[in-house]
Nanobody
Framework: HVQLVESGGGSVQAGGSLRLSCTVSKFTYEPNCMAWFRQIPGNAREGLATFDIGERTIRYADSVKGRFTISRDAAEKTVFLQMNSLGLVDTAMYYC??????????????????WGQGTQVTVS
């Protein structure tokens, strides 16, 4: 059963940067598509970026395009989310997600079957 563990969250001043990590383990074969989401209490999870391991394609939501960068270290089985120019609106719980299918255009919560426990990012 796939396990996703996020790390790297914390508190940062507006304009600052953070890098989140998501390590994938306990799988027979690696999920095709990895993604980052975030959630503010009372709101649905917002898809931010996807990384298709097989197709080597990346997609971003408009809300983070140009500020956030998703990347992967294949050897470490880790996916990263580099977040720059952080603003108050970026305060949220950030989640890593995975699915055994090509990313395609998927970027909504129901399209992903595996989730990490989340890491809090607070911008002040």
């Amino acid at each position: 059963h796939v396990q996703l563990v996020e790390s790297g969250g914390g508190s940062v001043q507006a304009g600052g940067s953070l890098r989140l990590s998501c390590t994938v383990s306990k799988f027979t074969y690696e999920p095709n598509c990895m993604a980052w989401f975030r959630q503010i209490p009372g709101n649905a999870r917002e898809g931010l970026a996807t990384f298709d391991i097989g197709e080597r394609t990346i997609r971003y939501a408009d809300s983070v395009k140009g500020r956030f960068t998703i990347s992967r270290d294949a050897a470490e089985k880790t996916v990263f989310l580099q977040m720059n120019s952080l603003g108050l609106v970026d305060t949220a719980m950030y989640y890593c997600a995975a699915v055994y299918a090509p990313c395609g255009g998927r970027l909504t919560e129901p399209e992903f079957g595996f989730w990490g426990q989340g890491t809090q990012v607070t911008v002040s």
